[in-house]
């Protein structure tokens, strides 16, 4: 999958404290320190698989454009993020369940795809925080599972800069426009905020 824009949701785990450079965001486990991620977009889909950090959010710190989040093990992740997502971010409560969505690009660096808060909508409904026109594919889950290589019918909506969709199906997936990608992502409902998007 290709990152959408330069800058776009690039995490990178930190000790603690916001010190990694702008745009850069993120949490961690370890206490060496993290490498900066070079300023490009991101690379194309290698396989990596998606993972997902649940919790409750914590504080958000617009100065430095951060977000920290308790995770359900107890430990503190920060994540930094461009301006206008912690904005979106700010209007959240502290102590909502959060949900972030990565991909670990390397061992100090991850690329978020989304930031989810169950149970503050109706349904499941995603916001485009990109800064690109992109395209969100759903589909029904295969036995339980989301992400298998014949997802059934898919159902595809454009959302605009700034803009909107709801999610019928059980599972989705984001991409840049003229791209594809297979709906691996499991639906819930909630607000879940579109930072960067993959084939």
Known sequence: MSGLKAGCGVAVLVVGI??????????????????????????????????????????VDKPLNGVIMKTKEGKRMAWRFERAVVEELAKFRIGDPMIVIYRQIASNEKRVTAVAFPGTAATPIYVNMTG?????RSSAAVDGRCGT???????????????????????????????SCTPGNKSGNGRALLVQCFK
């Open 132 to 136: 690109s026109r992109i395209l969100v």
């Open 149 to 179: 290589p014949e997802p059934g019918p898919i159902s595809e909506s454009t959302i605009p800069i700034g803009g909107m969709a709801e999610v019928n199906e059980g599972c989705w997936c984001c991409a840049v426009l003229g791209e």
């Open 18 to 59: 916001f010190g990694a450079a702008p745009r850069r965001a993120a949490a961690q486990a370890d206490p060496a320190p993290a490498s900066p991620a070079a300023a490009s977009p991101a690379p194309a889909d290698t396989g990596r698989p998606q993972k997902s950090v649940y919790g409750t959010l914590l504080s």
